[in-house]
């Protein structure tokens, strides 16, 4: 896990980006990314008296993979939902704080709320969100969960570090929808929105053939990313993954019940898409090659 410190502040270079990104429907049918902008570029309209913002990374890096000729599942999908590990950890670790400092107000968030995510970890040196718009570290690449305390205890904070993507463009290049520039997602042509956040029952035609056998999810970005030769086995067992789910086939994955769909990802993310999404993402991709 890494740690850094940001003061809670209106995050004054991301509103021109935030603006033009909803401007350009970057963000597709996720409406809700339209919804509080005011709270997503300032934490203390979030958490009123709010001093400061802790950001937290967890990896998750697996040491065991799909197997290569099945459909595939994005790694952070691989065991329990990350929501309800990280938030238990995260309100042991604000527990602690007060034990050991005294009464000190805030909230935790893991994805839960909106909060900016990378641009605090951007801005307390965990990392510089990379041209796959991922944050990437130094020293592990971008395999993390990222989570937030913000609370009212001034702390003093950690600065930036520098951008090392250079001139490398190898998550753009890789990238089989197009769905990236630098330093800029379309999200509406991202296969990850494509699985999981899309809620219509058919997905838009001009994407058939293109997702390379992603059903939940999608890692190319990351795992083109020469960064990512630096990321470590995670040791969380709770995102150890069902070890039916490494070895199932395609054939396995087109013949899901919902009875198998429920016992393998009875904890997992994975149900956000629920059994009927998931299937059709199946469905879509199993006839790529039609028409």
């Excluded at 893991?110 to 718009?133: F, H, I, M, R």
Aim: net charge neutral; glycine share 6%; aromatic share 12%.
């Amino acid at each position: 896990m890494y740690c850094g410190v940001s003061k809670a502040e209106f995050l004054e270079e991301e509103a021109p980006r935030l603006t033009n990104w909803l401007k350009q429907n970057n963000h597709g049918k996720m409406s809700y990314m339209e919804n509080h902008f005011d709270k997503r570029l300032d934490p203390t309209k979030l958490v009123p008296g709010a001093k400061t913002v802790v950001s937290l990374l967890y990896n998750y890096s697996v040491p065991d993979e799909q197997r290569h000729d099945s459909f595939k599942i994005a790694k952070y999908a691989y065991g329990e939902d990350y929501h309800f590990v990280i938030k238990d950890k995260l309100k042991s670790f604000f527990t602690s704080i007060q034990q050991e400092i005294g009464e000190v107000g805030g909230r935790v968030f893991v994805d839960s709320a909106p909060v900016l995510e990378k641009s605090w970890a951007s801005k307390s040196g965990l990392g510089w969100v990379g041209k796959n718009t991922n944050l990437i570290n130094p020293k592990e690449g971008s395999f993390f969960f990222l989570a937030e305390l913000v609370i009212d205890l001034p702390l003093i904070p950690d600065g930036p570090i520098k951008d090392y993507c250079g001139t490398c463009t190898k998550c753009i290049d890789a990238c089989p929808t197009e769905a990236l520039k630098p330093y800029e997602i379309d999200g509406s042509k991202c296969i990850s929105y494509l699985t999981i956040e899309l809620k219509e029952n058919v997905i838009p035609s001009e994407f058939k053939g293109k997702m390379d056998d992603w059903i939940f999810g999608c890692d190319i970005c990351q795992d083109v990313c020469p960064w990512n030769r630096f990321s470590k086995p995670h040791n969380e067992p709770r995102f150890l993954p069902d070890q039916k789910l490494l070895e199932m086939s395609k054939n396995e994955w087109t013949d899901l019940t919902r009875e198998v769909f429920n016992e393998i990802f009875k904890k997992s993310a994975v149900k956000r898409t629920k059994y009927a999404g998931l299937k059709r993402n199946i469905s879509f991709i199993d006839q790529k090659k039609e028409g």
